[in-house]
């Protein structure tokens, strides 16, 4: 490799943070060498320093228009993704985006033929796929080994209740978790979702009912290709993030377990314990977070297409809708009304 | 105990001639004393010989109508299962009766009349309720320790497909594979169904679709104590009996893998392999089979319920019905529909 | 099959009544037919009535000259063994004798004289080379696919303390306890132990000191085919019977886990527990035993050799023998050692 | 924390890249200000300048000399260790040596002594300490929930041969591979250890032999508090690293699997594939590798004993040489011969 993606990045709260210790630390393909927020303070300022990059800013407008940058990370508030991709594709810049790109599907087009015109490269941040475990599944439903697939399983709950301040404006469970899911079964698939059926219950008495929202929810799926498949999620596993996939297939089965937190087995007369699932995204997805940037910068420097393109932006978004209104309405919910 | 439960066998095909090897050998509360079968013939005698069966015949009313018989075990074909039932309790025997009951509902009902008019006890033969697995992520689910219960699944395959004219007359996945499944969901959620919808698929190319009938389906479904569950069943798994259960819960999940047909790992170069499953419901649920008896015995020495009662012989049928039709009308159906 | 092998009883304690109900219920190749015990009482004839046995004897001799059976199963007092080994092989009986013959080696040798010079069959009741783990292991290394074995790994731990009244005439631990895992060295390495060396320490403060005896234990050998190899023993695991076996070999490496009481996972916030594995030999090798017994069974119906033969019955004793040596004066002993 | 460990690397090689990588970019309390290597080139420049390190030397005694520098890491070959500790502990700086110090007992006493006169910290490379599963082993051992250690156990075997040239200089098996295993028992145990028996054979085919080496080992020893331990090594698994460790106390038993590639399992007819285990050091240890460097900052920053000291360097080495003795001459050696 020549030389090295220059990369400005967007958005420097929880998320824009850990892209860019990666970005630093963990890619050699890329140099991190701004970084624009709105909040800019000091303690931004000293971990921008930490990180070696050179100019922090308030404006993102700054970072967009510095020739010497070749790709933005977009970490910024979801009600901003649009147009920055926008801005950024304007100004010729390769965009990563975190998810969701929107909850408009208006605007979602508007960006991605933005990104079209512009000729620049996108990817939106969907990193399970690069996940080891949930990419065994993949690549072994797609070598064919097994045969056509037939069921497409996808268990996905969170260790534990998000604040109801944050649940308020979460956009609901579809939106903003089985988001996620929603990528991930089409990534296994290899095919599109052309209907589902959602079931969903408040159970936890958290009070997600209050606004709306469910805990529990358990959506059916038809897939263009013929399959099945089906997400059960909860809002609150307690013992840790239980992220399984498993696609059931012609010949036979592909499916993965949950990473420990250890192998250790402890037994004694009163039982034998095992180690708890790694708790939460950061500790489950860290490598994952690192092989997206990697592919990321890849896909430029060798000009191909990026892993998870504007489609895959878009789609997610649109069976969350989907799942919505079959909740709401008690129905299963083609993918063709929504529109 | 003071005294054996004096049992007659009706039926000596494949399961008849299981239930007896087990009453005979395994269960030490019962005397197996008699056997009817209508095509009794000099292989079963011999079979009866061995097993130390006193009484062979062809008319099963010599076993209704003798007095020294306590109990009946009604193996035969599913047709004559309420008949059966009907002459078995007003001879005043207690009766094991193999799944289904029937799979027409007023001869269910009129079945159930029966028994509850004699006054005997009645024990339907859904056996995967004594598997040690199931048993535990039910008992631990029972047991309260982990609060109510959220979401319940089931993975339900055989290992390979049914001859085509079996399938024929099978009545569907659903009365001929997934009623254990539905009976399964029922005894794990503590609490009766209310709604399902179900997805189904003719996938493998083996011909299901010739008579209506699908391979592969997933079945999502709404229980009266607010849980969500699911079930996923496929018709040819190839790599083995797949029986897998959960429940996940207000403060954490109880769930089972598949038995294995060992516990060796073998490691090379080339990988690293374990052992498959165990191939079909006689490996899996061998001392289920037993435990079942058993527990048959016990109800009627003891004078106490059975375990797996007349509601309990209905409700999976009335589910398998919603379900079919479901699948049929593409929309959810609630129990209360299926009259 | 044309007939069946007319077994007589010797012994009717804990291991003879064991093998009894196997014969009965679960061996179809033979008739168990007699039983002889110098405690014969009203408990035993009816148990032997509940097994269908016609004839119970105080005295073994009824049994060895009854010229309608074949086969006698040795289960009294391991200083009989050899006296009834030899008394049975004179009239002619194919012998199958629990473990150990004899503690003494002439006297062992004596009794596998008198068989051979009778030409009848004997096997020894090493019932572990019969579970379907261990010989998943031994049956992949004599297979030769992973090549020559290097290491050869038992672990072996009772569930708990034998009374140390037992212990006192135990004959030590690896007399009555390693001596199973000396008979499963030989059979997974395919070859002969050609030296051990014996670490033991009584840590448990059970009272094993007060009779020169430990309860923790590690065995180093050498085979024959330059294979090295290992056992680990405890007296007292308290978490179940652990019985793990293991063989590293040129291209790979083959080995068992414990069988568990089940295959539940259930997770909370507190941790995740697994079942422990079965609590002691009735539960973890009651398959095992019945597949010995059918073992004998057809070595007699075919005339082949059995499969653990006379050889098979004396080198654990010479084994343990030189370990106990080993242990005592601190140093490698070879067997050649022990005459 | 106020302040950072300043650092200067003595050597960049493979070992000593593999910690400066780990120190520029994973342990946030440390700055690596210089590298020493006799053969600095460009290569080494240009990673030294990637890694942000500022002064590139071929002298270490610039670094030792450099007032700046608060410690060093000691990453050169094995024979200057016992050197470079001394001349860094004569300035003052503070010590991470990789293992061993030293093959020659007089040359580590020397080093240590002069490290304790200097007052400086010293930590020594094994690492395998801080990995997430034998630590875990480690600590429940010492929490004594489970009791006293009875049986300590470690397997420990490279994925595949070194090349015969290195095996020439190694050392031998147990200097240069099982003394990682040497110091693991030492800590699991809690016990120093008081006498080891050894096995070993060149089985392979590799041509150990030719340097009288062997590349399969068993390794017994005994502990100061009675527990007993054993090893055995490989030098080529061939299906990854595979690194076990366990401890059966009073109580019951904690032990360790492998970590593997990933956590899916495909089952098909022809059977049931889980992942390998990582396959060799750098992806096993890698966090291990980070968590030891922090750990030695922060005993550093916080002035408390690094976790593995002066007396862990020294004994593996004299149990190593215990266990080559016992091997030539094929008895037990007490760890008080070694002088």
Not at 71 to 82: D, E, G, K, M, Y
Not at 185 to 196: I, P, Q
Not at 232 to 249: F, I
């Given at each position: 490799m020549e030389t090295k993606v220059r990369i400005g990045l967007i958005g420097a709260g929880r998320i824009g943070k850990l892209h860019g210790e990666n970005l630093a630390h963990a890619v050699p393909s890329v140099d991190l060498v701004a970084v624009?927020?709105?909040?800019?303070?000091?303690?931004?300022?000293?971990?921008?320093?930490?990180?070696?990059?050179?100019?922090?800013?308030?404006?993102?407008?700054?970072?967009?228009?510095?020739?010497?940058?070749?790709?933005?990370?977009?970490?910024?508030?979801?009600?901003?993704?649009?147009?920055?991709?926008?801005?950024?594709a304007k100004a010729g810049k390769h965009i990563f985006c975190e998810k969701p790109i929107d909850t408009n599907l208006d605007k979602i087009r508007e960006a991605l033929a933005a990104v079209e015109q512009?000729?620049?490269?996108?990817?939106?941040?969907?990193?399970?796929?690069f996940d080891h475990n949930h990419k065994m599944v993949h690549d072994t439903v797609a070598s064919g080994r097994l045969g056509?697939?037939?069921?497409?399983k996808v268990t996905s709950r969170d260790p534990d209740h998000q604040?109801?301040?944050y649940i308020k404006v979460s956009g609901g469970i579809f939106?903003?978790?089985?988001?996620?899911?929603?990528?991930?079964?089409?990534?296994?698939?290899?095919?599109?979702?052309?209907?589902?059926?959602?079931?969903?219950?408040?159970?936890?008495?958290?009070?997600y009912d209050q606004y709306g929202d469910v805990d529990t929810a358990i959506i059916m799926m038809k897939?263009?290709?013929?399959?099945?498949?089906?997400?059960?999620?909860?809002?609150?596993?307690?013992?840790?993030?239980?992220?399984?996939?498993?696609?059931?297939?012609?010949?036979?089965?592909?499916?993965?377990?949950?990473?420990?937190?250890?192998?250790?087995?402890?037994?004694?007369?009163?039982?034998?314990?095992?180690?708890?699932?790694?708790?939460f995204f950061l500790e489950r997805y860290n490598n994952a977070f690192i092989a997206?940037?990697?592919?990321?910068?890849?896909?430029?420097?060798?000009?191909?297409?990026?892993?998870?393109?504007?489609?895959d932006g878009l789609m997610p978004v649109m069976i969350a809708m989907a799942a919505d209104t079959s909740l709401r309405e008690g129905r299963p919910v083609k993918l063709s009304e929504i529109v």
């Open positions: 624009a927020d709105p909040f800019m303070n000091d303690a931004t300022r000293a971990w921008a320093e930490g990180m070696g990059i050179q100019s922090c800013y308030e404006d993102p407008e700054k970072v967009f228009s510095d020739p010497l940058i070749d790709a933005v990370f977009i970490c910024s508030s979801t009600n901003t993704h649009a147009e920055f991709i926008m801005r950024a512009a000729g620049v490269k996108l990817q939106v941040g969907f990193v399970r796929r056509k697939p037939h069921i497409v604040p109801m301040d939106m903003d978790m089985t988001i996620h899911d929603f990528d991930m079964v089409r990534y296994l698939a290899g095919s599109e979702v052309t209907e589902v059926t959602a079931y969903g219950a408040a159970l936890s008495g958290a009070g897939f263009e290709n013929g399959a099945l498949g089906v997400i059960d999620n909860s809002r609150a596993a307690h013992y840790g993030y239980d992220q399984r996939t498993e696609v059931h297939c012609d010949k036979g089965c592909v499916q993965v377990a949950n990473d420990l937190n250890d192998q250790a087995m402890i037994s004694t007369g009163d039982g034998v314990e095992i180690a708890k699932p790694t708790w997206e940037a990697v592919a990321f910068a890849d896909a430029i420097l060798k000009n191909t297409d990026t892993p998870v393109g504007g489609k």
